[in-house]
């Protein structure tokens, strides 16, 4: 399955945006970096752990385009799929989730799109993340062009019950076995406990912290 490129002029079109997309994902990652630093400048706290980036293969974008109906061109892969830039912030604790995506939305340069909060309302798989549709400006020499980028922003526990999850998936071609599937749904249950017992011990660790220096 391959895109529809039939023509030199098609084939220069899609390194262009290829190139589009490329740099929309650096400028979005370095503004995380950049955010990150300041948060441990002022408060001596790195909210993100890491940060991971992708371009979506060309074969996953035709079969995403075919699955809802369309073409296989370059004009509906700008158009209909939202994913094509993808950025993943893992980050430690729940709260800096929505801090992160509070600092994101701030920036006045990045517009939001559309917001999924699978945290507050999880799959029924059990997955749990929190995702950003958002645009960028990216600044060529001849025109601006706001560009979309989805970003996923999850604690550590989440992406490793993710990254099981898609494996998964892929494994079996989306039909596990129906023990399998509870018991990933068993370990999403325990991840949230996890998440939410780190939270709370940071909390207390931060709070007497707090107290040892006043006194």
């Known amino acids: 399955m391959e895109l529809r490129i039939e023509r030199d002029s098609d084939v220069d079109s899609w390194k262009e945006v290829i190139l589009i997309y490329n740099s929309a994902l650096k400028q979005i990652s370095t503004k995380l970096e950049i955010l ?5 400048h002022v408060h001596r706290y790195n909210p993100i752990e890491h940060i991971k980036s992708r371009i979506k293969t060309s074969e996953s974008i035709v ?14 892969m700008v158009q209909y799929v939202n994913d094509i830039a993808g950025i993943r912030v ?39 993340s929190y995702h950003m549709l958002v645009t960028v400006p990216v600044y060529l020499s001849d025109r601006i062009v706001d560009t979309k980028v989805e ?6 526990a989440m992406d490793f019950w993710a990254s099981l999850e898609h494996k998964i998936h892929y494994k079996f071609e ?19 406990e996890l998440d939410a017992k780190m939270l709370s011990l940071n909390d207390e660790v931060l709070s007497l912290s707090e107290r040892e220096e006043n006194t």
């Open 63 to 76: 079969k995403k385009l075919k699955r809802h109906g369309y073409e296989s061109t370059i004009q509906n």
């Open 90 to 128: 893992i980050c430690s604790f729940t709260s800096d989730i929505y801090r992160i995506a509070e600092m994101i939305s701030n920036q006045s340069d990045i517009k939001v799109i559309s917001v999924k909060d699978y945290i507050v309302n999880p799959k029924p798989s059990g997955y749990k």
């Open 151 to 156: 970003i996923q922003i999850r604690t550590v």
């Open 36 to 40: 990150n630093d300041e948060f441990q």
């Open 174 to 192: 989306g039909n596990a076995p129906a023990h399998i599937k509870n018991e990933l749904i068993e370990c999403a249950r325990m991840v949230s």
